[in-house]
């Protein structure tokens, strides 16, 4: 999702997402948000859906 959607869905400022993003990406230790998902994913913190994926589930 974009900074926008993001900030539009949990009713915060694109700028706030940014800001949490970017800590997080330090925090984490990683250079972008794909690399954060692939963290997320591998500490189960997230989980892939079907759709996500690109499988039929």
Known sequence: MT????AREI???PHTVDAHI???R???GVNNRSQLVVLAVQ????????AEAGTDG
């Not at 900074?3 to 993001?6: G, H, K, M």
């Open 3 to 6: 900074y926008q959607a993001i």
């Open 11 to 13: 009713e915060i400022s």
């Open 22 to 24: 970017r800590r997080l």
């Open 26 to 28: 330090r925090k984490a």
């Open 43 to 50: 500490l189960g913190i997230y989980q892939v859906t079907a």
